[in-house]
């Protein structure tokens, strides 16, 4: 199956999530499917039916509280069956909220932010000092990019050389209560990020070509930062840039308009 | 006991290839013998601590045992939710050590003073807590912590502290020690403050008070076994912490005790009152502003 058609299966399965647990953030997952998309689908050496193999390539859900997309995702290539989705936010259910390492194929606790890109530090550090050749990809939000610990793994990557270290901003332009721009300035972004010694990237965050083709770049001695315009609510006209739908839940009239336009039967 | 920590690290390292060191920008000669052997393994995370425990956390996850330094309030408090949610929710078998406990960095300030720690750390599920009492309980520890392979805070005192401990090979995480067997009083140390509660049974024994002398090096998991019989077996419990009062060990074998309905009268807590400290000069000077002497733990057993 092309990729373009999963994505739009998983943001049906997200949308259907977030309706069935009347749970939020489901703007902030439809933002990244297409990105988690292709990640697993293309670039990411992983085996569902060995989760903790030691050579495996690692994902970190930065932003925690796009979890629904994880889970499509996660389900989709087997880590656990497509039914279990129907379980997220219910008592007993490994898929909660937001991601506990409990579940096979979560790599850290997230749903804090800012938590990620050190514990990625920390995992690329040990596939140099082990000489692994696995990759660690990371996947935070802009407004993430608020909190001072995300700052302080980018002055750790580079100063370690982990250029086996990608980092990917989904760069929405929205965090919990307005544009990113408007609560705490992060621009120049990309100035920012080349000044704390990484090697920038800039990418439209749903062209899946494009995505794909970042990690086939050439080799260089520093981390890897991926800025990937993305619109928050992507796949469904209605929720588009919209930042109502970080928290809003989508109706029953709500999931059936989406699944019209995601062309899903 | 940095000294002793260093040492041990280093010769450890030499047979386990799984640790890692990560140093909060410190020890700067201390290390010097351990990054000529280990020089892989040895990563100076700048001060810089959520990040430096993040990567622990990444290790940890991907089979090493790192072990985080720096000086003790950063890196347990500074660095809380890393602790929290990167080490103790996936239980991952990453040490923090701590140099500085309680008030071994007194004339610093109250920003160097640690006398929240334990109350903080002992509230997160799959913790451990080893406070060592000297140099050589600081190498048993460090190698127990290795093996248990969970999350484990080891707390430091300073350097140049008294050998008051065997070379004892049955020292395990959380089980206390009987330095001295009484009858009638029981005066448990937690950590760095022993030389003053072994200063204090020396009056208890003048007085001719029978008592005992408790190494209580680890808070969490508690002795509950040690515990049951103290309280059965003694008129009056002492507990002695450099630490403050407000949920540290005193306050945790309360908890305990009245979970399991013993008669809390006989317990007396010795810390610190809920303040800063300003001006309170060195540790010794601070200790006596507080009553951590040999001499106040005495009289607040006469006054009970």
């Given at each position: 199956m092309k990729t373009q058609k999963i994505a739009a299966l998983l943001r049906l399965n997200a949308i259907e999530m977030s309706h069935n647990a009347k749970a939020a953030h489901l703007a902030s997952s439809l933002s990244c499917i297409d990105i988690l998309t292709v990640l697993y689908e293309k670039i990411l050496k992983i085996n569902p039916k060995r989760?903790?193999?030691?050579?495996r390539d690692r994902f970190i859900l930065?932003?925690?509280?796009?979890a629904t997309s994880l889970y499509a995702i996660l389900a989709y290539r087997g880590f656990?069956?497509?039914?279990?989705?129907?379980?997220?936010?219910?008592?007993?259910?490994?898929?909660?909220e937001h991601p506990t390492p409990?579940?096979?194929?979560?790599e850290a606790a997230t749903g804090?932010?800012?938590?990620?890109l050190s514990v990625g530090c920390g995992i690329a550090l040990s596939a140099k000092i082990s000489s692994k050749k696995f990759k660690t990809v990371v996947l935070m939000g802009d407004g993430e990019c608020n909190e001072g610990a995300v700052w302080e793994a980018a002055l750790f990557a580079s100063s370690k050389k982990l250029n086996n270290l990608y980092a990917i901003v989904d760069?929405?332009?929205?965090?919990g209560i307005g544009r990113t721009k408007d609560i705490?300035?992060?621009?120049p972004f990309k100035k920012k990020w080349e000044s704390f010694g990484w090697k920038v990237i800039e990418i439209n965050g749903h062209d899946h070509k494009k995505i794909e083709k970042v990690f086939k770049n050439k080799k260089t001695n520093k981390p890897i930062l991926i800025i990937a315009k993305t619109i928050k609510g992507r796949g469904v006209s209605f929720m588009e840039?919209?930042?109502?739908?970080?928290?809003r839940v989508p109706s029953k009239s709500d999931l059936i308009k989406a699944k019209r336009e995601l062309g899903i039967k | 006991m940095r000294n002793a920590f260093a040492k041990a690290i280093t010769n450890l390292a030499q047979k386990n290839k799984k640790i890692v060191l990560l140093s909060g920008d410190i020890g700067n000669k201390l290390f010097i013998n351990y990054r000529k052997l280990q020089p892989k393994r040895f990563?100076?995370?700048?001060?810089a601590e959520a990040s430096m425990t993040g990567v622990a956390s990444g290790l940890a996850a991907s089979g090493f045992q790192p072990v985080t330094y720096t000086i003790t309030p950063f890196n347990t408090v500074r660095c809380l939710e890393q602790i929290r949610l990167d080490i103790c929710y996936p239980n991952l078998p990453v040490i923090i050590v701590g140099t500085g406990?309680?008030?071994?960095?007194?004339?610093?300030g109250a920003t160097h003073h640690s006398m929240e720690d334990i109350a903080v750390l002992r509230?997160?599920?799959?913790m451990n807590i080893v406070c060592p009492s000297d140099p050589v309980e600081v190498e048993l520890a460090l190698k127990e912590a290795l093996r248990i392979k969970k999350p484990t805070y080891i707390r430091l005192g300073k350097k140049g502290e008294p050998i008051l401990n065997k070379?004892?090979?049955?020292?395990?995480?959380?089980k206390g020690i009987f330095l001295k067997r009484g009858k009638d009083i029981a005066l448990i140390s937690v950590g760095n403050v022993l030389p003053v509660v072994l200063e204090a049974e020396k009056i208890f024994s003048e007085k001719k008070i029978s008592t005992s002398v408790i190494?209580?090096?680890?808070?969490?998991?508690?002795?509950e076994h040690l515990l049951k019989k103290i309280f059965i077996e003694y008129k009056k419990i002492i507990v002695v912490e450099e630490?403050?009062?407000?949920?540290?060990v005193g306050s945790a074998i309360l908890e305990w005790g009245n979970k399991n309905k013993l008669?809390?009268?006989k317990l007396i807590c010795l810390g610190a009152p809920d303040k800063f400290l300003t001006s309170c000069g060195n540790q010794n000077e601070a200790r006596h502003s507080i009553g951590l002497t040999a001499k106040e733990i005495f009289n607040k057993f006469k006054k009970h």
């Amino acid at each position: 199956m092309k990729t373009q058609k999963i994505a739009a299966l998983l943001r049906l399965n997200a949308i259907e999530m977030s309706h069935n647990a009347k749970a939020a953030h489901l703007a902030s997952s439809l933002s990244c499917i297409d990105i988690l998309t292709v990640l697993y689908e293309k670039i990411l050496k992983i085996n569902p039916k060995r989760p903790n193999e030691q050579h495996r390539d690692r994902f970190i859900l930065s932003k925690g509280h796009a979890a629904t997309s994880l889970y499509a995702i996660l389900a989709y290539r087997g880590f656990f069956k497509k039914n279990y989705l129907k379980t997220y936010g219910k008592k007993g259910s490994l898929l909660e909220e937001h991601p506990t390492p409990k579940l096979n194929g979560v790599e850290a606790a997230t749903g804090s932010l800012g938590h990620g890109l050190s514990v990625g530090c920390g995992i690329a550090l040990s596939a140099k000092i082990s000489s692994k050749k696995f990759k660690t990809v990371v996947l935070m939000g802009d407004g993430e990019c608020n909190e001072g610990a995300v700052w302080e793994a980018a002055l750790f990557a580079s100063s370690k050389k982990l250029n086996n270290l990608y980092a990917i901003v989904d760069f929405n332009n929205w965090q919990g209560i307005g544009r990113t721009k408007d609560i705490l300035q992060l621009h120049p972004f990309k100035k920012k990020w080349e000044s704390f010694g990484w090697k920038v990237i800039e990418i439209n965050g749903h062209d899946h070509k494009k995505i794909e083709k970042v990690f086939k770049n050439k080799k260089t001695n520093k981390p890897i930062l991926i800025i990937a315009k993305t619109i928050k609510g992507r796949g469904v006209s209605f929720m588009e840039d919209d930042n109502n739908w970080h928290y809003r839940v989508p109706s029953k009239s709500d999931l059936i308009k989406a699944k019209r336009e995601l062309g899903i039967k | 006991m940095r000294n002793a920590f260093a040492k041990a690290i280093t010769n450890l390292a030499q047979k386990n290839k799984k640790i890692v060191l990560l140093s909060g920008d410190i020890g700067n000669k201390l290390f010097i013998n351990y990054r000529k052997l280990q020089p892989k393994r040895f990563f100076n995370c700048g001060i810089a601590e959520a990040s430096m425990t993040g990567v622990a956390s990444g290790l940890a996850a991907s089979g090493f045992q790192p072990v985080t330094y720096t000086i003790t309030p950063f890196n347990t408090v500074r660095c809380l939710e890393q602790i929290r949610l990167d080490i103790c929710y996936p239980n991952l078998p990453v040490i923090i050590v701590g140099t500085g406990a309680g008030l071994s960095y007194a004339n610093l300030g109250a920003t160097h003073h640690s006398m929240e720690d334990i109350a903080v750390l002992r509230t997160l599920p799959n913790m451990n807590i080893v406070c060592p009492s000297d140099p050589v309980e600081v190498e048993l520890a460090l190698k127990e912590a290795l093996r248990i392979k969970k999350p484990t805070y080891i707390r430091l005192g300073k350097k140049g502290e008294p050998i008051l401990n065997k070379n004892n090979s049955k020292f395990k995480i959380g089980k206390g020690i009987f330095l001295k067997r009484g009858k009638d009083i029981a005066l448990i140390s937690v950590g760095n403050v022993l030389p003053v509660v072994l200063e204090a049974e020396k009056i208890f024994s003048e007085k001719k008070i029978s008592t005992s002398v408790i190494n209580l090096h680890t808070v969490k998991p508690i002795d509950e076994h040690l515990l049951k019989k103290i309280f059965i077996e003694y008129k009056k419990i002492i507990v002695v912490e450099e630490h403050g009062l407000a949920g540290g060990v005193g306050s945790a074998i309360l908890e305990w005790g009245n979970k399991n309905k013993l008669n809390l009268q006989k317990l007396i807590c010795l810390g610190a009152p809920d303040k800063f400290l300003t001006s309170c000069g060195n540790q010794n000077e601070a200790r006596h502003s507080i009553g951590l002497t040999a001499k106040e733990i005495f009289n607040k057993f006469k006054k009970h």
